[in-house]
């Protein structure tokens, strides 16, 4: 069975306490990130559009956490590094196996298949900024919930699932479903959420994000994805 260090979720308990202010900045954040995304991609390219989508909520993240790293990001151990490929595998079947469901039965477009290939560098960059973007509102909703409440296992599970929906909402293109999103991109993604959540290490759900993408990336280069 595999064990993992007992640590508990920042800010949601005031432990650290985070601002008024920080929280706004930090909500305010994830939208400015993706429309500033789309906006540096759209007029130069996607390496320098990660980039600064990335740096966007990362560093205001930093700033109201008095630039303790070790809040969010640690080196990840055995078990943590053995979750992540577990979980990866789990969404890259379910993804699969969804995507086949939908297609067959008709009730919803998946995609085009001509969706621009993205260089592999690029992922380092966006893959972190899209944990950020799952970890800011999750933080948010757990700190206002559990402080209402005082029920921790409930506030986790309505803050998780909102953050889902949330996450998978911003996934919504012309040529794309609303049910497609919401099944792969929204609770699909419920599986890198699980490896934050069990391990609270935004490092290890992000090389399980990172390996997810790059697969389907390479996929994709390769011709066997998105044909």
């Not at 308990?13 to 202010?21: R, T, V």
């Not at 009730?107 to 298949?113: E, K, N, Y």
Request: net charge neutral; charged share 15%; aromatic share 16%.
């Amino acid at each position: 069975m595999l064990s993992f260090e007992k640590r508990d979720f920042p800010f949601y308990n005031e432990i650290p306490k985070m601002s008024k202010i920080g929280w706004l900045v930090l909500l305010v954040s994830v939208p400015v990130a993706l429309f500033s995304f789309r906006y540096v991609c759209f007029y130069t390219n996607e390496f320098a559009g990660s980039i600064v989508f990335l740096l966007i909520m990362l560093i205001p993240l930093l700033y109201f956490s008095d630039w303790d790293y070790s809040l969010f990001f640690r080196k990840p151990t055995k078990d943590e590094l053995i979750l992540a490929v577990v979980m990866f595998l789990a969404f890259f079947i379910y993804s699969l196996i969804m995507t086949y469901l939908l297609d067959a039965s008709g009730l919803a477009s998946t995609g085009s298949g001509d969706a621009d290939i993205v260089p592999i560098i690029s992922l380092v960059f966006s893959m972190m900024a899209e944990e950020l973007m799952k970890f800011i509102p999750l933080m948010f909703l757990l700190r206002v919930l559990f402080k209402y409440t005082s029920n921790r296992r409930m506030s986790i599970a309505v803050s998780s699932a909102v953050t889902l929906v949330f996450f998978a909402l911003i996934h919504l293109e012309p040529g794309v479903s609303l049910l497609s999103v919401l099944l792969i991109q929204g609770l699909g993604s419920l599986f890198h959420l699980y490896v934050y959540l069990k391990t609270k290490n935004l490092f290890a759900s992000y090389l399980s994000h990172l390996m997810t993408d790059a697969i389907v990336l390479i996929m994709a280069m390769l011709g066997i994805f998105g044909a």
